[in-house]
């Protein structure tokens, strides 16, 4: 499975920004998807998941802010990110692994050993 994200940028703060992740590959129904971000001298930071059942989980630090979405039939991932803060800027990665719930994928997407795969990432400044 191949990701890759677009749609960052530079935003001045409560603005907003609207990631993509685009999946190929073979992706199968129990598939879960996710988004996290690693900003400068910081460790990475989970931020939304969304599972095969429709089911999403969202970092406190988000929730209310970012949205994760995703059109199956294009295979492509999203996040809204919406009321944007300068503690925002950061590079945002998007992940897929399976079989996890979107509760349990979202403690497990920042291990490389543990979630099957992550794109490159895109940047995003807030200012």
């Known amino acids: 499975v191949q990701l890759v994200e677009s749609g960052g940028g530079s935003v001045q703060a409560g603005g907003s920004l609207r990631l993509s992740c685009a999946a190929s590959?073979?992706?199968?129904?129990?598939?879960?998807f996710g988004w996290f971000r690693q900003g400068p001298r910081k460790e990475r930071e989970a931020l939304a998941t969304?599972?095969?059942?429709?089911?999403?989980a969202y970092a406190d630090s988000v929730k209310g802010r970012f949205t994760i979405s995703r059109d199956a039939m294009k295979n492509i991932l999203y996040l809204q990110m919406d009321n944007l803060r300068p503690e925002d800027s950061a590079t945002y990665r998007c992940?897929?692994?399976?079989?996890?719930?979107?509760?349990?994928?979202?403690?497990?997407?920042?291990?490389?050993?543990?979630?099957?795969?992550w794109g490159q990432g895109t940047q995003v400044t807030v200012s």
């Open positions: 969304l599972d095969f059942s429709g089911s999403t």
């Open positions: 992940a897929a692994s399976w079989g996890l719930t979107a509760k349990t994928a979202l403690g497990s997407i920042v291990y490389p050993d543990q979630f099957g795969y």
């Open positions: 590959g073979r992706i199968y129904n129990n598939y879960v």
